[in-house]
């Protein structure tokens, strides 16, 4: 979808991989908080998290062919940014000292008063400032287009270190860091987590909110209320993909028992039409020999009277 483009700053393509949907939450950040940015809004929908990923690089590359000078944002389908967030982002992609690459926003797991998902790399100030990061997560960022030529046809392929086989994230980040790619969090951005169940939304180190009109109103969430946990990535997809060998196998399992008893009829069928064969066979061996030994009998009686 396409809006009114000011002309003095570049458009976002924005890339949203997901497996049922976007919130109501992220369809109006996109609809109403781009800050007046043109976009290009391109998803997948219910494909493996690393095949929707990288499928979503090859698509925004070739869309940045045509749109050289915007910048691609990063956002899952559970995602709320506030009116002037994305003016920021673009910002400090353009204007740092650092000459940053891919900028992460501020958020947290689906609890209230959580720690950053950043923290598990280190201890990460609260102070509105940006922070240098070798590993950010992938729920919201924006980088350059100049990434495309640094990172290949698929930086979100797994990669396989020490035995164990790495999240699609941080192998992305991995490869943007054998790169020389400058990766950063701005803590000035919280970026809203929405539990989709409820429409709570939850941010580093605050209360839960509800989104009303654009506006983030704090609620207090029941004690009974548990927290949404929603399993990501490689977990998902293998528990998926052995489902569905499962029933594959149950399918073919079918397939084969139908196709025994087939046979199994067919034979029956076979038996019985040789059964029925055979006592033709015999009653007519048997009239054959009945009639050649009544032949027989009435030559010899015929030669014997006189």
Same mark, same amino acid.
């Given at each position: 979808?396409?809006?009114? %483009?000011?002309?003095?700053?570049?458009? *976002?393509?924005?890339?949203?991989?997901t497996r049922d949907g976007l919130t109501d939450e992220t369809k109006l950040s996109i609809e109403q908080n781009l800050d007046g940015f043109d976009h290009i809004h391109l998803t997948e929908v219910g494909l493996p998290v690393v095949e929707a990923r990288n499928r979503l690089w090859k698509r925004a590359l070739h869309t940045a062919i045509e749109h050289p000078d915007w910048y691609v944002l990063l956002c899952d389908d559970d995602a709320y940014w506030p009116p002037g967030t994305i003016a920021g982002f673009v910002s400090i992609l353009r204007d740092h000292p650092l000459g940053i690459d891919f900028l992460?926003?501020?958020?947290?797991? %689906?609890s209230e008063f959580s720690e950053s998902a950043i923290e598990e790399f280190g201890d990460l100030p609260e102070d509105g400032v !940006?922070?240098?990061?070798?590993?950010?997560?992938?729920?919201?960022?924006?980088?350059?287009?100049? *990434?495309?030529?640094? *990172?290949?046809?698929?930086?979100w392929d797994l990669r396989f270190d020490f035995g164990a086989v790495s999240r699609e994230g941080r192998a992305f980040f991995y490869r943007m860091l054998t790169a020389g790619a400058v990766v950063a969090v701005n803590t000035a951005a919280p970026i809203w987590h929405i539990d989709r169940r409820n429409g709570y939304a939850y941010a580093p180190a605050k209360p839960p909110c509800r989104v009303r009109s654009n506006r983030l109103v704090p609620v207090d969430v029941p004690a009974e209320e548990p927290y949404e946990f929603r399993t990501y990535g490689l977990p998902v997809d293998s528990k998926a993909a052995y489902q569905e060998r499962e029933r594959s196998g149950m399918a073919e399992v079918s397939r084969l028992r139908q196709e025994i008893q087939d046979v199994q009829t067919e034979t029956r069928r076979n038996e019985?039409?040789?059964? *029925?064969?055979?006592?033709?066979?015999?009653?007519?061996?048997?009239?054959? !020999?009945a009639d050649a030994i009544c032949r027989l009998v009435m030559t010899t009686f015929k030669r014997t009277v006189p």
């Open positions: 979808m396409l809006t009114t %483009r000011d002309e003095s700053v570049p458009g *976002l393509i924005i890339c949203t991989p992460s926003g501020h958020f947290s797991a %689906r !940006v922070h240098v990061r070798e590993y950010v997560g992938a729920h919201f960022g924006m980088y350059k287009p100049t *990434l495309f030529f640094r *990172l290949g046809r698929a930086p019985e039409a040789i059964a *029925l064969l055979r006592r033709r066979t015999r009653e007519s061996c048997a009239g054959i !020999v």
